[in-house]
Nanobody, 129 residues
Framework: EVQLVESGGGLVQAGGSLRLSCVVSGFTFVDYAIGWFRQAPGKEREGVVAINLNDGSTVYSDSVKGRFTISTDSAKNTVYLQMNSLRPEDTAVYYC??????????????????????WGKGTLVTVSS
């Protein structure tokens, strides 16, 4: 069973930083892609960043490019999202998601746009002005 558990959310002032973690289990790390998505109150879900765990390629949304960085620790089955220079508009529930690179046949850019098959429960990030 694929499981994803996020942590690391909280309250931070504008300009500050947070690091989110996503511990994954139930699948072979290098066969999957992982994405971070977010949903602010009253807004649609937005894809933030996705990573191909097989070749390490990434795709970022324009809204976070240069400020957020995704990284992995395969020994810990963990994917991180380092968020710097946070802005009030980054306030949202952040979700970690996963999809199979093999069965989906999709690029990570497509996954980031349309979503992935497996989801965590989310962690709330609040950025105060």
């Amino acid at each position: 069973e694929v499981q994803l558990v996020e942590s690391g959310g909280g309250l931070v002032q504008a300009g500050g930083s947070l690091r989110l973690s996503c511990v994954v289990s139930g699948f072979t790390f290098v066969d999957y892609a992982i994405g971070w998505f977010r949903q602010a109150p009253g807004k649609e879900r937005e894809g933030v960043v996705a990573i191909n765990l097989n070749d390490g390629s990434t795709v970022y949304s324009d809204s976070v490019k240069g400020r957020f960085t995704i990284s992995t620790d395969s020994a810990k089955n963990t994917v991180y999202l380092q968020m710097n220079s946070l802005r009030p508009e980054d306030t949202a529930v952040y979700y970690c998601a996963a999809d199979s690179l093999i069965t989906s046949g999709l690029t990570i850019a497509t996954m980031l746009h349309y979503g992935m098959d497996y989801w965590g429960k989310g962690t709330l990030v609040t950025v105060s002005s």
